[in-house]
């Protein structure tokens, strides 16, 4: 089930898993793409490294945020899950997405694809391989009706409102971040993604504002 009739922090964390999954996947298979076929052009190729520039810090800012601010609230409501195998894979993670942020510096200042695209995409593929499974073990332990059972309306209000604004703080910049995160997701997982985001930001910011800024990104976004 993704949809609560109450407010509950288990479809945040599914469309966040969600949004990054396809960040992940589409990076990986557009990389491998201009790898042997070279860039349509230099904006598809500018938009490209806007997109996986974006993702890597997002994907930097979703760990930060399960170690500072969920794990040690989750710890108190939920005992049992993992967290010492959770923290070990997230260093694993983060050594390989150093790695792909590293080949991507290297994509960007190399004007013709080449061995940096592949070490990218490499990189990629060898992340997917440790990402499902690590996600898949939070969203078995995180769930829905477990979070329903054990945290009241109110504490998922103000847990959704902290995790938010400590998104907002930490993930940057805001104007490429929240459009990649909106337009990897699909409608329905979409609005569950904009509820959690004050009105300005998808009326306004994102629509109009910042619209120049995250428009390269389009060709790689649901839109
Ligand atoms: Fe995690
Ligand atoms: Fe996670």
């Known amino acids: 089930m993704l949809v609560a009739e109450v407010p509950n922090i288990g479809p ?23 790898s042997r ?3 349509p052009d230099a904006a598809t190729r500018a938009g490209f490294i806007s997109y996986v520039r974006t993702f890597v810090s997002v994907l930097h800012e979703h760990h930060l945020l399960e170690e500072e601010l969920a794990f040690p609230r989750l710890q108190e409501k939920f005992p049992d899950a993992p967290y010492d195998l959770l923290l070990d894979q997230h260093k694993v993670i983060v050594g390989i997405l150093d790695e792909v942020g590293a080949a991507l510096e290297g994509v960007a200042a190399d004007t013709r694809p080449g061995e940096s ?4 995409t490499d990189g990629l593929s060898r992340l997917a391989v440790l990402w499902h499974p690590h996600i898949q ?14 945290l009241s309306a109110d504490e998922q209000i103000e847990w959704s409102r902290l995790f938010m ?19 990897n997701l699909p409608p329905a997982e979409r609005s569950i993604f904009a ?29």
């Open 195 to 223: 509820g959690m985001l004050p009105p300005i930001v998808t009326e306004q910011l994102v629509p109009m504002a910042w619209r120049e800024q995250w428009e390269p990104m389009r060709p790689f976004l649901l839109i």
């Open 165 to 183: 604004e400590y998104s907002q703080q930490h993930a940057s910049p805001d104007y490429l971040v929240l459009p990649f995160m909106l337009y």
């Open 12 to 34: 945040e964390l599914l469309v966040v898993h969600a949004a990054i999954s396809r960040g992940m996947k589409v990076a990986e298979e557009h990389g491998r793409r201009f």
């Open 137 to 150: 073990i939070e969203q078995e332990h995180f769930t829905v009706e477990q979070a329903a059972a054990r």
């Open 117 to 120: 695209l592949n070490g990218l």
């Open 37 to 39: 076929e070279d860039y």
